[in-house]
Structure formats: structure tokens, C-alpha cells
């Protein structure tokens, strides 16, 4: 149980640092004033995450390493892919979340490797579907093809309002 509440934890976390972006964007008098905070909730999220998957290894998989990574039989094996996947994405970003390593990498591709993030944000909720349901590659399919259509959709009207 710990181990789920530590997994919403850091999507809550996480969620939010990525968030506060956009938001600031479409309403800058409200939400620029929480930029400053996309750091440390995404460091926190980050180590949450870490938590998460330490908790799980235990409780969940009795810290049966081979079991949880490669076997057949293991019912969320993928599930558990996109988690360390994610992590590692993470992990990256908060390993280089440093002025120093603004310095280093250059702004433009520091700000293009913490960008990475929202595909990682994006494997997380796919963790989560994995790891929840039965039909988690059928969840994840009916989401994709509901964005194609509304992506579409706005496509078509944008092209009928340039027509116009």
C-alpha cells in the first residue's frame, strides 16, 4: 500500500512541475509565480519515484530482481519497463538540474534534454495503466487514438478558419 501512495506521490510531484509551464503561460498573472518551484517538486517527485520502486521491489516482488525484470510469467513486466524507463529519464534530468550543468550542455540543449521529461511524465501514466489494469495496451490505445481525432479535429477547423 505505501508503495502506491509513494507512486501517486511523485506523480502528483512530478505532474505539477511539468504543470506549472504551460499553465504560465496561458495565464502568466497567476501561475509565473510558481516557476520557481518546477525544481524542487520535480527533484522531490524524482526521489518519490525512487522510493516507489524501492518499496515495490520489496514489497511486490520480494526483491526478486531476475523475476521482475525478465521473467515470462511476471504479469507486469512491461508495466515495469516503462517505470525504470522513466526513472532513468528522471534521474538524468535531476542529475543535470545544476547552473553548473546549464554551463556545460549550453541552454539550448540542457532546455531540450529536460523537455525529455514530458515523455517521461508520459511513461509513467502508461506505468500506472500497466500496472493497474488488465488491459492496459488497450486503455493506452483508445487514449492515442482519442488525441489523434481531437488533433484532427482542431487540424480541420484551423484549416477551415484560414479558408475562410
Same mark, same amino acid.
Request: aromatic share 12%; charged share 10%; net charge positive.
Given at each position: 500500500m505505501?508503495?502506491?501512495?509513494?507512486?501517486?506521490? %511523485?506523480?502528483?510531484?512530478?505532474?505539477?512541475?511539468?504543470?506549472?509551464?504551460?499553465?504560465?503561460?496561458?495565464?502568466?498573472?497567476?501561475?509565473?509565480?510558481?516557476?520557481?518551484?518546477r525544481?524542487?517538486?520535480?527533484?522531490?517527485?524524482?526521489?518519490v %519515484?525512487?522510493?516507489? %520502486?524501492?518499496?515495490?521491489f520489496?514489497s511486490?516482488?520480494?526483491m526478486?530482481? %531476475?523475476?521482475?525484470?525478465?521473467?515470462?510469467?511476471?504479469?507486469?513486466?512491461?508495466?515495469?519497463?516503462?517505470?525504470?524507463?522513466?526513472?532513468?529519464?528522471?534521474?538524468?534530468?535531476?542529475?543535470t538540474s545544476?547552473?553548473?550543468?546549464?554551463?556545460?550542455?549550453?541552454?539550448?540543449?540542457?532546455k531540450?534534454?529536460?523537455t525529455?521529461?514530458?515523455?517521461?511524465?508520459?511513461?509513467?501514466?502508461?506505468?500506472?495503466?500497466?500496472?493497474?489494469?488488465?488491459n492496459?495496451?488497450?486503455?493506452?490505445l483508445?487514449?492515442?487514438?482519442?488525441?489523434?481525432?481531437?488533433?484532427?479535429?482542431?487540424?480541420?477547423?484551423?484549416?477551415?478558419?484560414?479558408?475562410?
Amino acid at each position: 500500500m505505501m508503495n502506491k501512495i509513494a507512486g501517486l506521490l %511523485a506523480l502528483m510531484l512530478l505532474g505539477t512541475s511539468f504543470l506549472i509551464g504551460p499553465l504560465s503561460y496561458f495565464l502568466p498573472q497567476v501561475f509565473t509565480q510558481f516557476k520557481i518551484y518546477r525544481k524542487y517538486l520535480g527533484i522531490s517527485g524524482f526521489a518519490v %519515484a525512487v522510493i516507489h %520502486a524501492l518499496l515495490s521491489f520489496y514489497s511486490y516482488f520480494n526483491m526478486n530482481l %531476475a523475476f521482475m525484470l525478465f521473467d515470462s510469467k511476471n504479469e507486469h513486466l512491461l508495466g515495469v519497463w516503462l517505470g525504470i524507463l522513466a526513472i532513468l529519464i528522471f534521474l538524468t534530468m535531476t542529475v543535470t538540474s545544476t547552473k553548473k550543468a546549464i554551463e556545460m550542455m549550453g541552454a539550448a540543449n540542457w532546455k531540450k534534454l529536460q523537455t525529455g521529461g514530458y515523455l517521461a511524465l508520459g511513461l509513467v501514466m502508461a506505468h500506472f495503466i500497466f500496472m493497474e489494469t488488465n488491459n492496459g495496451l488497450f486503455i493506452i490505445l483508445v487514449v492515442l487514438i482519442a488525441r489523434l481525432l481531437v488533433l484532427l479535429l482542431s487540424l480541420k477547423k484551423k484549416k477551415k478558419n484560414n479558408n475562410e
